[in-house]
């Protein structure tokens, strides 16, 4: 099959989409690698101050289960990250990745003292920062602000879906148009916002999918996550799914509906993820993302083969 490539999708290298590793490589003349971080922060969806369970698919290490030491220093956490990376490929640069929780919901202080830590390693090439919308006041979007003139600083935001009965379902506790004011407010301080979405939650279709992505195009946004619905041990999700079980995708199925949300997405958005890896002894379903290459290999060859990329479909 003959490829019928946009003159824009060239400066993509060989992959299909604005991948994070393309944009890496051009930000930092190099690639640079996340360490994932835990600054001891919990969520307000779990103290009460919003819920108790928080949201129905999020483990008990709140979306970190692969972050660092809570009981250690960031600047050790930093280093014990490097010792792993570098124990498997050289690497040289990385993104100081605060993952665990909400990690703006803590008082500004404290957020100054973490962050300032992470960014005062000079291999630390930027800062991103996983927190929710509703976390976001201004003296501490003032503060990312003013990290943003040392180095980069990026925002991620957690909003999975558009649709309010999904969000209700999942219990996110926070309505869309917080999070649009989020994202203007974040955009005025000059930071990059990433937004994560969850394919195929339950009882949403494929077009519900691709108006969260139509949506988003909307938005002032420069990154994405797209994540695949995890069902772990221990979460009020496995729950559900024990007592009524909900679709979950095939491989195949997956990587179809996926590539149709990329084939929506602005080409601008850089694409930090495409799937996931869950913990493999909290993992339930869909038991098949464990393979996480073997999933981006089949993603990559179908985007070939079926002649799709970024934006294909996009019509801004």
């Not at 129905?56 to 692969?66: N, P, R, V």
């Not at 030491?69 to 570098?86: A, C, H």
């Not at 925002?155 to 999942?170: D, F, K, R, S, W």
């Not at 729950?239 to 601008?268: G, K, M, N």
Request: charged residues 25%.
């Amino acid at each position: 099959m003959q490829s019928r490539l946009t003159p824009g999708q060239t400066r993509w290298g060989e992959k299909r989409y604005h991948s994070l590793d393309w944009f890496l490589r051009n930000r930092f003349g190099e690639k640079v690698y996340r360490i994932a971080l835990n600054g001891g922060m919990t969520c307000p969806n779990r103290d009460g101050h919003i819920g108790t369970g928080g949201c129905i698919f999020c483990s008990a290490m709140g979306s970190g289960d692969f972050a660092g030491d809570v009981l250690l220093p960031i600047r050790t956490q930093l280093e014990n990250g490097k010792k792993e990376l570098q124990s498997k490929r050289p690497v040289q640069s990385y993104i100081a990745y605060f993952q665990a929780f909400t990690n703006t919901y803590a008082p500004v202080e404290y957020l100054e003292k973490i962050f300032t830590e992470a960014l005062g390693d000079p291999d630390v090439k930027a800062l991103s920062v996983a927190t929710r919308p509703d976390c976001l006041g201004d003296d501490v979007v003032g503060l990312l602000g003013r990290l943003n003139s040392i180095r980069p600083v990026w925002v991620e935001l957690g909003l999975q879906t558009i649709h309010p009965a999904t969000a209700q379902m999942i219990r996110r506790g926070y309505d869309l148009p917080v999070f649009d004011c989020a994202v203007r407010r974040l955009r005025r301080a000059g930071i990059d916002v990433i937004v994560h979405v969850i394919l195929f939650l339950p009882g949403e279709t494929e077009e519900d999918m691709l108006k969260t992505i139509d949506y988003l195009n909307r938005c002032d946004i420069q990154g994405i996550k797209l994540q695949l619905l995890h069902v772990l041990r221990g979460t009020d999700l496995a729950d559900v799914y024990e007592r009524e079980p909900f679709h979950v995708p095939d491989q195949d199925e997956y990587i179809r509906t996926l590539a149709r949300c990329v084939s929506h997405l602005r080409p601008d958005i850089v694409i930090h993820r495409l799937t996931g890896d869950g913990p493999k002894d909290l993992l339930i379903a869909p038991l098949w993302t464990g393979a996480k290459r073997t999933v981006l290999n089949r993603f990559h060859q179908y985007m070939k083969e079926n002649d799709i990329w970024q934006g294909k479909e996009y019509h801004g």
